[in-house]
């Protein structure tokens, strides 16, 4: 599974408002001088990784969709249009996530605000990737390799649960084992 960038969450945000809105401009962080109307503007203010574990990171990154429209003789937007538009916009992430290199990335939730220039939505992603470098979890433990990847020297856990309910416990080879119920 190939790791997942903010670049290409914008991408994915961008193909769909090619979908939505076919032939009209969508602009990366700035604005040429001359930028045509109606269009669209996609920034990512904001991106941040949380160590999960030795092999996981968790992502997370906000999209900025800054929506125009055609401005009249005085230079005003049409507030209904600009409305519409950014309904449709959050109505892109309302579905809880969204298609990115085959994946569904989750859509946290979704901002709206407007000003009579512009309507703007914030949208908060969030996905768990592989740590760059780290070993493969299901490759075998080589402590006498020194070109293992990044983590390869953790030794591997077992998995076992226990229910002090029940009196039982199962260690990493799932057999049952009696347990005490003192705590």
Same mark, same amino acid.
């Not at 009579?116 to 470098?133: E, I």
């Not at 390799?145 to 229910?163: K, S, T, V, Y």
């Given at each position: 599974?190939?790791?997942? #960038? +903010? ?11 090619? /979908?939505?809105?076919? #032939? =009209? ?10 930028? @045509? /109307?109606?269009?669209?503007?996609? @920034?990512?203010?904001?991106? $941040?990784? &949380?160590?999960?574990?030795?092999a996981l990171?968790?992502? =997370? $990154? ?8 055609? &401005?009249?003789?005085? #230079?005003? +937007?049409?507030? %209904? @249009? ?26 946290? #939730?979704?901002?709206? =605000? ?5 309507? /703007?939505? &914030? ?8 740590r760059p470098?780290?070993?493969?979890? %299901?490759?075998? *433990? ?25 009196? /039982? *416990? *199962? ?13």
């Amino acid at each position: 599974m190939a790791s997942l #960038g +903010s670049a290409d969450l914008m991408e994915a945000v961008e193909a769909a408002l090619n /979908r939505l809105y076919p #032939g =009209e401009p969508v602009y990366r962080n700035d604005l040429p001088k001359d930028f @045509e /109307r109606p269009s669209f503007v996609l @920034e990512c203010p904001r991106a $941040a990784g &949380t160590d999960l574990n030795a092999a996981l990171v968790q992502r =997370e $990154a906000d999209i900025l969709v800054t929506c125009m429209v055609k &401005t009249d003789a005085c #230079g005003d +937007s049409s507030q %209904e @249009e600009l409305t519409r538009r950014q309904s449709a916009v959050m109505d892109l992430f309302a579905q809880g996530f969204l298609r990115v290199k085959g994946r569904a990335v989750k859509a946290a #939730g979704e901002k709206g =605000e407007q000003d009579p220039a512009a309507a /703007r939505v &914030t949208a908060l992603f969030s996905w768990v990737d592989g740590r760059p470098g780290a070993a493969d979890p %299901e490759a075998p *433990y080589d402590p006498d390799n020194p070109d293992a990847p990044l983590g390869a020297d953790i030794p591997r856990m077992e998995d076992f649960a226990i229910n002090l309910g029940r009196s /039982r *416990y *199962y260690d990493g080879n799932n057999r049952a084992a009696q347990a005490e119920d003192r705590l």
